[in-house]
């Protein structure tokens, strides 16, 4: 119950009140063993928005938004392929060198590395983050405050002896975090400002599988991704018999998030439950009561699941990484 609460609180509370905060992430994905699926692959996101893509089939990086597209030059594209290419043999022989650590030999394998920034444009606070993680667990993280590598794992003790016996990379590494990554956010911020500051409402429903299961309250379509989603019971928030699942991508730049409440029949009859919605386009909170007239059903073939993600590789990139994420929380 209590963890719940935490997680609610943390993610979704804390988001929403800096809704103004601009973060740029990078996301790379090397892999064996996983049949039509490209062995290494990249993607660029800014505020949760994929705008650069590149994997080891196509050898290119490329555009993810027209804005993007339109506001760089040329060379930009081909540096960054270059970057792309030159990186990746790096997580093919990581990847070696983690099965050899973990006494492994065969079977399917991942290494990715998350890095980024974010700014908060009011206040100028900013942050950074560098971790790398194997098979969807942690390996090795940067300690910012610290400029040291924690490595959670004993496989990755060697790694994190000899990252931090090179004082001379992680001052450049400081460098990069706190003046070039945040550069480049604010470029990048200037360049997509009209699509990156709209705002879009979500569309809110009720879904049921049977009289039995939990109720799903399901926000999608909405733009930017803070948002807060809770459950009430006679007017008062709920702490328990209550699932918040992880704001997830649409494939049209919008968001969609679903929190579940476990209730028995007898006491829906008893009380008033509603969900609520809090989000930056809504002037009013969007409240739907749980009535039988507001809830769907999956008869018909109500479709359940996300909206699939136009590019596959992006898809199966955003998949390892919420596997990597969920894994670190819990």
């Given at each position: 119950m209590w963890n719940n609460l935490l997680f609610v609180l943390i993610l979704f509370?804390?988001?929403?009140?800096?809704?103004?905060?601009?973060?740029?992430?990078?996301?790379?994905?090397g892999s064996s063993g996983i049949p039509n699926l490209p062995e290494f692959m990249t993607v660029g996101l800014v505020d949760g928005e994929p705008i650069t893509y590149y994997d080891s089939n196509i050898r290119?990086?490329?555009?993810?938004?027209?804005?993007m597209a339109k506001a760089v030059d040329p060379d930009y594209w081909n540096r960054n392929t270059q970057v792309s290419m030159d990186t990746e043999p790096v997580f093919k022989t990581n990847i070696e060198v983690a099965k050899q650590r973990f006494n492994q030999t065969g079977g399917i394998h991942t290494v990715q590395q998350m890095y980024?920034?974010?700014?908060?444009?009011?206040?100028?606070?900013?942050?950074?983050?560098?971790?790398?993680?194997?098979?969807?667990?942690?390996?090795?993280?940067?300690?910012?405050?610290?400029?040291?590598?924690?490595?959670?794992?004993?496989q990755a003790i060697p790694t994190k002896e000899k990252w931090n016996s090179d004082r001379a990379e992680l001052e450049n590494i400081k460098s990069y975090f706190t003046q070039g990554c945040i550069g480049w956010l604010k470029k990048y911020v200037s360049y997509g400002k009209s699509t990156l500051e709209r705002t879009v409402h979500p569309e809110v429903s009720l879904l049921q599988k049977d009289p039995s299961s939990p109720v799903t309250c399901r926000a999608t379509g909405f733009f930017p991704k803070e948002i807060m989603?809770?459950?009430?019971?006679?007017?008062?928030?709920?702490?328990?018999?209550?699932?918040?699942?992880?704001?997830l991508p649409n494939g049209d730049g919008t968001f969609q998030i679903t929190s579940?409440?476990?209730?028995?029949?007898?006491?829906?009859?008893?009380?008033?439950?509603?969900c609520v919605v809090q989000h930056k386009s809504l002037q009013d909170d969007i409240a739907v009561l749980l009535e039988e007239k507001n809830i769907r059903t999956n008869q018909g073939g109500l479709p359940w699941g996300i909206s699939i993600i136009a590019s596959v590789g992006l898809m199966i990139l955003f998949a390892i990484e919420r596997l990597w994420i969920k894994n670190r929380t819990g």
């Open positions: 509370g804390i988001d929403f009140i800096l809704a103004i905060t601009h973060s740029l992430q990078y996301v790379y994905s290119r990086e490329v555009p993810r938004q027209e804005w980024g920034c974010d700014w908060d444009d009011e206040t100028g606070a900013t942050g950074a983050f560098h971790q790398y993680g194997y098979d969807g667990s942690d390996f090795i993280a940067l300690d910012f405050r610290t400029m040291t590598y924690v490595a959670p794992v004993m989603v809770t459950w009430q019971k006679d007017g008062m928030d709920m702490y328990y018999d209550v699932e918040v699942g992880e704001t579940k409440l476990t209730v028995k029949p007898e006491d829906r009859k008893m009380n008033s439950y509603s």
